[in-house]
T-cell receptor
Framework: EAGVAQSPRYKIIEKRQSVAFWCNPI?????LYWYQQILGQGPKLLIQ????????DSQLPKDRFSAERLKGVDSTLKIQPAKLEDSAVYLCASSFTGDSPLHFGNGTRLTVT | GQQLNQSPQSMFIQEGEDVSMNCTSS?????WLWYKQDPGEGPVLLIA?????ELTSNGRLTAQFGITRKDSFLNISASIPSDVGIYFCAGHKNYGGSQGNLIFGKGTKLSVKP
């Protein structure tokens, strides 16, 4: 089966600019997650969707980050405006249900200068 | 926020050696997971543990869910060069339910001895 697809792989922007990341989960996976992985650390959950509804966004900095999954399939994560501390790898993951193992994409590496 | 303490932070291996790493928490977890991440890729699930005391193997990998539910270890036997990478422990507190609130450790970086 095709894995979780993410694009772009790399993005370099200046602070205060905006950026968007895209994720296409594994076909049939109802649950989609966005994680932030800062260099040298483990991934940290930003937001979790069940179909097109948000299950958990408690760690999403809502003043600058937003995410949507309008049709319950692919998803976008946006940062506006970006700060230097947003430099990280943004990982998307999906699972068949909320109980199933997570499958991660290869991530988007964001550098904010 | 919730912390998982993973050790060692890094280690060097020689081919054929056995490797051990562990993860501890101040809180009880109901699931422990071990992932491996290669450079430029996302984490890949190695082993999932769902019951206290559970010992599970996946090839040369063995992991155990601590009886106190506050720790887990991962062993790799007879290491090979492709074992190099970063190993993360992760846990969550829900029985079944959502796995989204996975909390990750900071990782153990496995490298080859020069």
């Amino acid at each position: 089966e095709a894995g979780v697809a993410q694009s772009p792989r790399y993005k370099i922007i200046e602070k205060r600019q905006s950026v968007a990341f895209w994720c296409n989960p594994i076909s049939g996976h109802a649950t989609l997650y966005w994680y932030q992985q800062i260099l040298g650390q483990g991934p940290k959950l930003l937001i979790q969707f069940q179909n097109n509804g948000v299950v958990d966004d408690s760690q999403l900095p809502k003043d600058r980050f937003s995410a949507e999954r309008l049709k319950g399939v692919d998803s976008t994560l946006k940062i506006q405006p970006a700060k230097l501390e947003d430099s990280a790898v943004y990982l998307c993951a999906s699972s068949f249900t909320g109980d199933s193992p997570l499958h991660f994409g290869n991530g988007t590496r964001l550098t904010v200068t | 926020g919730q912390q998982l303490n993973q050790s060692p932070q890094s280690m060097f291996i020689q081919e054929g050696e056995d490797v051990s790493m562990n993860c501890t928490s101040s809180s009880i977890f109901n699931t422990w997971l071990w992932y491996k991440q290669d450079p430029g890729e996302g984490p890949v699930l190695l082993i999932a543990l769902y019951k206290a005391g559970e010992l599970t193997s996946n090839g040369r990998l063995t992991a155990q869910f601590g009886i106190t539910r506050k720790d887990s270890f991962l062993n790799i036997s007879a290491s090979i060069p492709s074992d190099v990478g970063i190993y993360f422990c992760a846990g969550h507190k829900n029985y079944g339910g959502s796995q989204g609130n996975l909390i990750f450790g900071k990782g153990t970086k496995l490298s080859v001895k020069p």
